[in-house]
């Protein structure tokens, strides 16, 4: 397999994504998804439990690296504006100045290496999409960590205690689900064109 080989996305071989019109609204869609996935929470403080990262890794896997981080950006920026796309349906500007912020940001990253997988072909092989989808969701807490560690004034050691190992056990799920569902897709697809 050559470093520089990219193969479609799942998307891409459902629908043909050239146009930006079309690229405008897969990305409208996923961040719309986002938002739907923001508001199936348990609100916890200072960071509440969410079904969005599991959207974010799938949304990277569906929509590509680019497309997939500009969904994020997009959606970042409809919470900003005010509509409830936000965890407890909150939005608005302040919302992207809470403690769980970092993780916010974080998304678009996540996003961008779960579509960079995919692209490489990852998703498609379940032990390679397990490891790259794991990796994904852990950066963004690289991001909600550290943003917390400055929010709140406290340690890394205090920051991990209240913004990550809460979330491991939940959060190993959402990566193990997200190559469970891009491994069955994928196979489907194989055998559907076999």
């Given at each position: 397999?050559?470093?520089?080989?990219?193969?479609?996305?799942?998307?891409?071989?459902?629908?043909?994504?050239?146009?930006?019109?079309?690229?405008?609204?897969?990305?409208?869609?996923?961040?719309?998804?986002?938002?739907?996935?923001?508001?199936?929470?348990?609100?916890?403080?200072?960071?509440?439990?969410?079904?969005?990262?599991?959207?974010?890794?799938?949304?990277?896997?569906?929509?590509?690296?680019?497309?997939?981080?500009?969904?994020?950006?997009?959606?970042?920026?409809?919470?900003?504006?005010?509509?409830?796309?936000?965890?407890?349906?909150?939005?608005?500007?302040?919302?992207?100045?809470?403690?769980?912020?970092g993780y916010l940001y974080g998304y678009v990253f996540s996003a961008y290496l779960a579509g960079f997988a995919a692209e490489k072909g990852y998703d498609r092989r379940f032990i390679l999409g397990l490891i790259a989808f794991?990796?994904?969701?852990?950066?963004?807490?690289?991001?909600?960590?550290?943003?917390?560690?400055?929010?709140?004034?406290?340690?890394?050691?205090?920051?991990?205690?209240?913004?990550?190992?809460?979330?491991?056990?939940?959060?190993?799920?959402?990566?193990?689900?997200?190559?469970?569902?891009?491994?069955?897709?994928?196979?489907?697809?194989?055998?559907?064109?076999?």
């Amino acid at each position: 397999m050559k470093l520089t080989t990219f193969y479609p996305t799942y998307l891409n071989t459902l629908v043909n994504l050239s146009s930006w019109q079309r690229k405008l609204c897969a990305t409208t869609g996923a961040a719309l998804l986002l938002g739907l996935a923001a508001n199936i929470s348990i609100p916890t403080y200072p960071v509440p439990f969410t079904l969005q990262s599991l959207a974010v890794l799938l949304i990277g896997a569906f929509l590509g690296r680019k497309l997939g981080a500009l969904a994020i950006v997009q959606y970042l920026f409809l919470g900003a504006m005010g509509l409830p796309l936000f965890a407890n349906g909150s939005g608005g500007i302040m919302a992207l100045a809470s403690p769980s912020s970092g993780y916010l940001y974080g998304y678009v990253f996540s996003a961008y290496l779960a579509g960079f997988a995919a692209e490489k072909g990852y998703d498609r092989r379940f032990i390679l999409g397990l490891i790259a989808f794991a990796c994904a969701h852990q950066l963004l807490f690289v991001f909600g960590v550290l943003y917390l560690m400055g929010y709140l004034h406290i340690s890394l050691i205090e920051a991990l205690q209240v913004g990550y190992l809460p979330f491991v056990g939940v959060d190993a799920l959402k990566f193990i689900i997200a190559t469970c569902v891009m491994f069955s897709l994928w196979r489907h697809h194989a055998k559907k064109h076999q």
